[in-house]
């Protein structure tokens, strides 16, 4: 996040607040206003350029020089947002086109969101009250693999400090050809201590079985088996750490940081396994990253 990021948060924080708090939007849990993206802003439900996004206390910006960026509030299906832009990554500023809303600062946060990325790669988190950027930046939204309309769901756990919830391009670089997503039902919510989890390295094996060397999309296929003498008790997700420049393609979330993919099945009994595909972001030789899967469990 660069320094003209920091400057728009400060100055968005404090009227953010002042709407809120006239408005009486905190009386719920939910850290952010509008995050159902319900309500139009000034600007109504369609504005393009720097300033007020379309959603009512969503600021949007433009950080890539001579570029566009639209968004535009929708009602089909459920309400959502749809940001549409021609600007990538600006690696003078750190940062590309995006959205975003600030909150007052929460020691410990838990951030849930809805997203549909139809072109390029996004990035979307928490953003640390220390150093105003993103808690993790190893994890990137893509358009789902042979299924491109799909909507995934995201959760990002930080027990640091959090105060925004931003999404910003992340490639291509510069100006490029139409970069759009959709986010719906954005919800920060406030903890006392980040859900503890407990490390299943002694009852689940992780085993890699295949890799797929596509440019766009390179993956690895792992199963996972329950190698002890107990079932294993779920949620299960499996924390991708070792990532060196590299990043995981539409993880279900990251927790303190660390991008993690949650296993289909509640639970494994010994001798039971589960086969699942991890996408990382893509590379021009197809390669897959050396990583480290850690199986554990944890309530998100």
């Given at each position: 996040m660069s320094k003209l990021l920091a400057a728009l948060k400060a100055s968005a924080i404090a009227t953010v607040l002042l709407y809120s708090l006239a408005g009486g939007e905190r009386a719920r849990a939910n850290a952010l206003v509008n995050g159902w993206f319900t309500q139009a802003s000034m600007n109504g439900n369609q504005f393009c350029g720097s300033g007020w996004s379309a959603a009512l206390d969503w600021s949007q910006f433009m950080a890539v020089p001579n570029s566009q960026l639209c968004t535009a509030l929708e009602t089909t299906f459920l309400p959502r947002i749809r940001v549409t832009t021609d600007g990538g990554a600006w690696p003078s500023a750190h940062m590309g086109n995006g959205i975003g809303q600030n909150f007052a600062p929460l020691s410990c946060a838990s951030a849930t969101f809805w997203y549909n990325v139809v072109s390029g790669e996004v990035t979307?988190?928490?953003?640390?009250?220390d150093n105003k950027a993103f808690i993790d930046s190893k994890s990137v939204l893509m358009p789902v693999p042979n299924n491109p309309t799909a909507w995934k769901h995201f959760t990002s756990i930080w027990d640091k400090g959090a105060e925004a919830l931003?999404?910003?391009?992340?490639?291509?670089?510069?100006?490029?050809?139409?970069?759009?997503?959709?986010?719906?039902?954005?919800?920060?919510?406030?903890?006392v201590s980040a859900p503890p989890i407990k490390d299943?390295?002694?009852?689940?094996?992780?085993?890699?079985i295949a890799v797929f060397n596509n440019p766009a999309e390179p993956s690895e296929m792992i199963r996972v088996t329950n190698v002890g003498p107990i079932r294993v008790g779920g949620p299960v997700h499996l924390l991708i750490e070792g990532l060196a420049g590299r990043s995981v393609a539409n993880p279900d979330g990251d927790y303190l940081g660390t991008p993690y993919v949650t296993l289909a099945s509640s639970t494994l009994a010994p001798g039971q396994s589960e086969v699942i595909t991890v996408y990382f972001n893509p590379d021009t030789a197809g390669a897959v990253p050396t990583v480290q899967f850690k199986p554990v469990s944890g309530n998100f």
């Open positions: 979307g988190n928490l953003v640390r009250s931003y999404f910003e391009t992340l490639a291509p670089v510069g100006i490029a050809s139409q970069i759009e997503y959709q986010l719906m039902n954005a919800d920060v919510e406030p903890c299943l390295s002694a009852y689940l094996v992780t085993t890699p």
